[in-house]
């Protein structure tokens, strides 16, 4: 009952506030005069240090939004594992075994994992970023699952702590966020060249890092559970 008096003193607050907020309309012409005098592209650009001004705004102007949205992909590993965790192994896991399949999901295998390196690096000088980097590479990763067995892949992931690393790469990845929250940016470089932007390519690259680890760990945990097929 306290709760519902509670919304409704949020709603009334919320309808005052709207009635008493001043009249925005006047100063549209100003707005549009500083849009004119320069485009949010290049302002972005400028702030940033990069060309790809995407990737400025995903890890300079939104960087707050972007660490959550790391954490958010985080808990859907951890809870893809966890509401599988009570379920019995699949018995059998099919997969592709001709010839052909497995040439022809090895070699897109390559490329996507090309691909993802290739925008991990240079995300913040062309069309890409962390994220798309990470898609590719787990899409390499998924390829290759598909044509090789599953012990085979659980031992490599093992082998390496791809789970720690995907753990560490979330806690490095937080901790230069709030660094550079704080005010705190490394030199931007000269614009348009591979070192620029100060700290955007490194999060790029770690961003990466994290998607294709996680992507890996979905991966390994859906074929267990459910198999491949």
Not at 151 to 159: E, F, S, T
Not at 184 to 192: F, T
Request: proline share 2%; aromatic share 10%.
């Amino acid at each position: 009952m306290k709760m519902k008096w509670l919304y409704i003193l949020a709603g009334i607050a919320l309808f005052i506030k709207m009635l008493l907020m001043p009249d925005i309309t006047s100063n549209l012409g100003n707005i549009s005069q500083v849009i004119s005098d320069m485009s949010i592209t290049e302002k972005v650009v400028n702030e940033s240090g990069v060309v790809n001004a995407v990737s400025g705004i995903i890890f300079r102007n939104r960087l707050y939004d972007t660490i959550f949205e790391v954490i958010v992909f985080t808990i859907a590993i951890l809870g893809c594992n966890y509401l599988l965790a009570n379920e019995n192994p699949s018995c059998t896991i099919y997969q592709f075994k001709d010839r052909s399949s497995v040439i022809l999901a090895r070699l897109g295998a390559t490329i996507a994992a090309l691909v993802g390196i290739e925008l991990a690096i240079r995300g913040h000088l062309s069309p890409g970023g962390g994220f798309a980097a990470g898609v590719a590479g787990g899409t390499a990763i998924g390829l290759i699952a598909i044509t090789s067995s599953y012990q085979w892949m659980q031992d490599i992931y093992k082998r390496y702590h791809a789970a720690i690393w995907e753990k560490v790469s979330v806690l490095v990845f937080i901790v230069l966020s709030v660094i550079t929250l704080s005010g705190l940016e490394l030199p931007h470089g000269e614009l348009g060249t591979l070192f620029s932007g100060g700290i955007l390519p490194i999060l790029n690259i770690i961003v990466a890092v994290k998607v294709a680890l996680g992507s890996w760990a979905a991966v390994l945990i859906f074929i267990r559970y459910r198999g491949l097929l």
